[in-house]
């Protein structure tokens, strides 16, 4: 997520936001700010926080979970109804992001927040981040959340930025199973 944020940071930075458009119902998850708050506004950077992207406009933040198998690309096409598209961000100068998820269970979002975007839902209910812990905190996390461990890793309010394919690398590294319990 990091480097993709990077990539984007360095390809889309510094354009001038034109209009923020939800191509599906569901993808936009929250209703103030309104997405046009952030139109006129140049995007000063892309960063990324556990498993989402933020796109950093001025005080607003577009806060984007990409789910599993979602995307967050260029849109040279630009067409009407984009195979498996959420949402496109349209910047002034004709360039555009689109927002995909292949599939039908349309979980990909987008959330608008003003100010300090970890200070808020959704990435406010999320646990510490994994990268940040020390092995004595994690150990007292998993002690307090006894559980398997294939699932104590994929919780993001227990620890966040962890995700399917990383658990799995974990386990099969720790040589681990996945059902053994962390209070173990």
Not at 113 to 138: C, F, H, K
Not at 150 to 172: D, K, M, T, W, Y
């Amino acid at each position: 997520i990091q480097a993709h944020a990077e990539r984007l940071s360095a390809t889309f930075g510094g354009r001038t936001l034109g209009t923020f458009v939800p191509l599906s119902f569901s993808v936009l998850k929250t209703f103030d700010p309104r997405p046009d708050a952030s139109r006129g506004l140049a995007l000063d950077r892309v960063s990324s926080y556990a498993k989402y992207l933020l796109l950093h406009f001025g005080d607003i933040t577009h806060v984007v979970h990409l789910m599993q198998g979602g995307r967050l690309k260029p849109d040279d096409k630009q067409s009407k109804k984009p195979r498996g598209g959420q949402a496109r961000w349209v910047f002034t100068d004709g360039s555009a992001l689109l927002l995909t998820e292949p599939g039908t269970e349309r979980r990909a979002g987008v959330w608008m927040v003003a100010g300090d975007p970890v200070a808020q839902v959704p990435i406010s209910e999320l646990g510490p981040l994994a990268t940040a812990l020390s092995v004595d905190e994690l150990a007292a996390i998993m002690v307090v959340n006894s559980m398997r461990l294939h699932g104590f890793l994929r919780s993001q309010p227990i620890v966040s930025g962890l995700g399917r394919r990383l658990a799995n690398e974990i386990c099969h590294h720790a040589k681990l199973s996945p059902f053994a319990s962390t209070g173990k």
